[in-house]
């Protein structure tokens, strides 16, 4: 199994950037992705979530308008289009794949995203 995050970076408040998490090793369709943050000194956050059948999302509050999850089966990538990005969205974003409850999730290794001036 193997998440490999990409799309990363510095860009100034305002700006806009799209992170993808390409997926291999599992049945990618049946699997609810999320995508988290962690910020230095902070707890992991949980960010957006789209589920595997009905493609039906979630977003935290600290991003609901501004941020966009979405999923491509085909290509087994899921992305996370970041727009209107402010200093507090600097984090490490990693991709999350877990099929229910009560198995195991997987974890990519992560990817910076910088928001300064």
């Known amino acids: 199994v193997q998440l490999v995050e990409s799309g990363g970076g510095l860009v100034q408040p305002g700006g806009s950037l799209r992170l993808s998490c390409a997926a291999s090793?599992?049945?990618?369709?049946?699997?609810?992705m999320r995508w988290h943050r962690q910020a230095p000194g902070k707890e992991r956050e949980l960010v957006a979530t789209?589920?595997?059948?009905?493609?039906?999302?979630i977003y935290a509050d600290s991003v609901k308008g501004r941020f966009t999850i979405s999923r491509d089966n085909a290509k087994n990538t899921v992305y996370l289009q970041m727009n209107s990005l402010k200093p507090e969205d600097t984090a490490v974003y990693y991709c999350?794949?877990?099929?229910?409850?009560?198995?195991?999730?997987?974890w990519g290794q992560g990817t910076q995203v910088t928001v300064s001036s």
């Open positions: 999350n794949a877990r099929r229910n409850p009560w198995s195991p999730d997987y």
């Open positions: 789209i589920s595997s059948a009905t493609g039906s999302i």
């Open positions: 090793g599992f049945t990618f369709s049946s699997y609810v």
